[in-house]
Nanobody, 123 residues
Framework: QVQLVESGGGLVQAGGSLRLSCAAS????????LGWFRQGPGKEREFVAA????????YYTDSVKGRFTISRDNAKNAVYLQMNSLKPEDTAVYAC????????????????WGQGTQVTVSS
């Protein structure tokens, strides 16, 4: 049974930092690209970041470049999202996802999803 379980969300003031974690099981983690998506209140789900199988390439949406960093630990079957300089507009439910072959930011491409963790940034 495939599981992706996020943790690390919470309430933080603008300018602060959070580190999200996603623990995976039930599939060959090292063979999948991993990503983070978010959905803010009243907004559609949007791509945040992705890291390919070997970890050699990463991708970010423009609004988080220079502030967020995605990383993975294949030995621990985990993917992380370090979020710095947080802004109120980063407030959203953040979910991790896995895709067998990275084809881009479109959510429909991704095979497995976690339930998400809430991140709230106060001004």
């Amino acid at each position: 049974q495939v599981q992706l379980v996020e943790s690390g969300g919470g309430l933080v003031q603008a300018g602060g930092s959070l580190r999200l974690s996603c623990a995976a099981s039930g599939f060959t983690f090292s063979s999948y690209a991993l990503g983070w998506f978010r959905q803010g209140p009243g907004k559609e789900r949007e791509f945040v970041a992705a890291i390919i199988r070997g970890g050699g390439s990463t991708y970010y949406t423009d609004s988080v470049k220079g502030r967020f960093t995605i990383s993975r630990d294949n030995a621990k079957n985990a993917v992380y999202l370090q979020m710095n300089s947080l802004k109120p507009e980063d407030t959203a439910v953040y979910a991790c996802a896995a895709e067998r072959l990275y084809r881009g930011a479109t959510a429909d491409y991704w095979d497995y999803w976690g339930q998400g963790t809430q991140v709230t940034v106060s001004s």
